[in-house]
């Protein structure tokens, strides 16, 4: 997909829940007219689908290597904040207040929870944040894109890491039938003895069966470990692991690690994932494959994570350029998790980038950052829009991954 997530695809869940979303857009459809953007929001694409969440991994990225973000930009995403502590992908008038159409979503507010908490300084509205997560947290333990929605792994995921950033226990955080996010996300992990065993399924089809997603497998395995969207290697597991059913059941740290044998497994002949979107099977998917790499150093296998951030740094730059920030931000946390220099990454420099698609930061070695906030959507952040049978596989991402979101996806 565009961007971990793909936004567009997060907004169907949104606006139709279970039914039918519109076929995939063509590559060089254009979402929407030329529209102005805020002064402080990062990229020029239309943000309608993934304004919050493209600003909090900008954010998030600028945050991680140092960077401080320009008040503006920072005020922008606080801004977006509704008075119950939730955020939508985008409030094009912030001065009017949330109302019951306000389309308030899991994603855009975890996002934006790692992202404050990241930055330090509004402690007011992570809490916020945190209470209105809690708030619409499912029986099951987990979370839907939307409020009331089936659980998903990769909301699920994302919001683990929006808890954890927040100073929360999420083994802690259970529901009103007394379940937490790993019991939800036990259940979307794949048996070992079924087709795609130890992988994560985004959710079960209509005949409750689970089909392995590499973007939810990411998602699951950091949400098991308890970790957000920036992280670190862990702590080295054995070598020659392979997928494990526990005789009881199967606890967080078991199912993290079959997802990550799933992934290693996947990445080791071409190092990098497939799209799965229809007619796009064997174009290679750059914001699944750094979310897996992300998620194999969070367990520890930084290995494995070899062969794709090699591939990623010799093959993301033009893929990175089209997506905007998000992509950059999803680069960033790649090459952070495995001690890859993001100022070199491939020849290219991914902060200096990152920082020119928005108002230049107050505190960073780039040069000559751009404000684009008299700049216009010119069409090249293609969002794509899938049917909700393809979305059961879907990232966002991690997720809509531009965070922006999908059955494998």
Not at 396 to 408: A, E, H, M, T, V
Request: net charge negative; charged share 20%; aromatic share 6%.
């Amino acid at each position: 997909m565009n961007v971990r997530r793909s936004a567009a695809v997060l907004a169907a869940i949104a606006v139709i829940g279970t039914a039918t979303a519109p076929a995939a857009l063509a590559d060089d459809a254009s979402p929407s007219p030329s529209v102005a953007l805020p002064s402080g929001l990062y990229g020029t694409s239309d943000p309608t689908y993934d304004g919050v969440w493209r600003q909090s991994l900008a954010l998030l990225a600028q945050d991680t290597v140092g960077v401080k973000p320009a008040t503006k930009a920072v005020d922008w995403l606080t801004g977006q904040q509704c008075a119950d502590g939730g955020f939508a992908a985008y409030r094009a008038d912030a001065d009017k207040a949330c109302d019951a159409k306000t389309a308030v979503d899991s994603n855009s507010t975890a996002a934006a929870v790692q992202a404050l908490a990241a930055l330090g300084g509004h402690d007011k509205q992570v809490g916020k944040a945190v209470t209105w997560l809690k708030s619409v947290q499912n029986e099951d333990g987990g979370w839907g894109y939307a409020p009331g929605g089936a659980s998903d792994t990769n909301s699920t995921g994302v919001v683990v890491g929006a808890l954890a950033a927040a100073g929360e226990k999420p083994a802690d955080v259970k529901s009103k039938g007394g379940k937490s996010p790993y019991d939800a996300l036990v259940r979307l992990s794949i048996p070992c003895d079924e087709d795609g065993g130890g992988a994560f399924a985004y959710q079960p089809d209509k005949k409750g069966k689970l089909a392995a997603n590499a973007d939810a497998t990411a998602a699951g395995v950091l949400g098991m470990l308890g970790k957000g969207l920036v992280t670190t290697a862990g702590k080295k597991p054995e070598d020659g692991y392979i997928c494990g059913n526990s005789d009881k059941k199967l606890t967080p740290e078991q199912a993290a690690r079959n997802g990550a044998a799933y992934l290693a497994d996947t990445l080791f002949v071409n190092g990098y994932l497939k799209s799965v979107l229809a007619g796009a099977e064997d174009q290679p998917d750059y914001g699944n494959t750094a979310d897996a790499v992300v998620a194999l150093a969070a367990e520890g296998w930084t290995k494995y994570t070899k062969k794709p951030i090699a591939w990623l740094e010799k093959n993301s730059a033009d893929w990175a350029a089209q997506s905007g920030p998000a992509a950059y931000a999803q680069l960033v946390f790649a090459a952070h998790a495995t001690g890859t220099d993001p100022r070199d990454f491939g020849g290219e420099d991914l902060v200096s980038l990152l920082n020119e698609t928005g108002p230049a930061p107050q505190a960073s070695e780039q040069k000559g950052a751009k404000d684009v906030s008299t700049q216009v959507n010119t069409g090249y952040g293609v969002y794509w829009i899938i049917g909700v049978g393809l979305v059961a596989g879907i990232g966002i991402g991690f997720l809509l991954s531009g965070r922006n979101k999908k059955q494998q996806l």
